[in-house]
């Protein structure tokens, strides 16, 4: 007859299909998921329903771990890292239709917000696709707006206060374009430039030149889209 070993910190057990290994760090029988925590941390992380999400950032892209009401793993939802900053102070969850959203007080009314959007665009007339069909995938190069395609065209259109490119944001200071790049956790600048499509060219080089083949092609893609592929092939050759 077999043992039943159970994990010392969360109660589940061998006999309900978990493998249970011993820790000889803290001399204690523990779960996959605890025994990896002594190994990563050294200690046992314990998520309360109020922690926000924990977010690893990877060369190319970010994770945000979504957790289910007992604060377990669930799954996971990946955006650009230039877009850390603005989801880290919201709870993300997963919800049954596989987005991933956040509930927050907007005064003492209670509001949500798609994860998709948040990183997008809050204009309630535009619907997004997930272009490769996972709807937890919200990179940019991922989310297209779903309207006709000579809608999403005029949409796509650079105004001065947004670019509609990742990495080139309007400076109103200097009243000029500015490219940027997150290369590991630096940002790294590329240049001040008058003509939009030079600073989104910029910025497509240093994509090639840093992210290589793991890059995104959301700014190539809407460089062509914009202005056609002449400018994009010349950097390709050179
Ligand atoms: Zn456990």
Redesign the pocket.
């Given at each position: 007859m077999k043992i039943n070993k159970v994990?010392e910190?969360?109660?589940?057990d061998t006999n309900s299909g978990y493998k249970i290994y011993y820790s000889k760090i803290i001399n204690m029988y523990?779960?996959s998921?605890?025994y990896q925590q002594i190994k990563l941390y050294g200690e046992i992380k314990q998520r309360t329903r109020n922690d926000l999400n924990e977010i690893i950032i990877y060369d190319t892209y970010a994770e945000i771990i979504l957790y289910d009401k007992n604060n377990e793993e669930k799954s996971r939802a990946i955006i650009d890292i230039e877009d850390v900053d603005k989801v880290k102070k919201y709870k993300w969850s997963e919800m049954g239709s596989g987005y991933a959203t956040a509930t927050y007080y907007r005064g003492d009314m209670k509001t949500s917000i798609l994860l998709h959007r948040l990183i997008m665009g809050l204009d309630e007339n535009i619907d997004y696709d997930h272009m490769d069909g996972d709807r937890k995938n919200c990179c940019k190069y991922n989310l297209r707006p779903a309207n006709k395609l000579e809608n999403a065209k005029n949409r796509l259109k650079p105004s001065t206060n947004s670019s509609g490119f990742t990495g080139v944001s309007w400076n109103k200071l200097k009243s000029i374009w500015r490219s940027y790049i997150q290369v590991g956790y630096k940002q790294k600048h590329l240049g001040y430039f008058d003509d939009i499509k030079d600073a989104a060219i910029e910025r497509i080089k240093a994509e090639i030149k840093y992210y290589g083949e793991f890059r995104s092609l959301f700014n190539e893609n809407r460089y062509i889209e914009l202005y056609g592929e002449e400018d994009i092939n010349n950097i390709k050759i050179a």
């Open positions: 994990c910190v969360c109660g589940c523990l779960c998921k605890h």
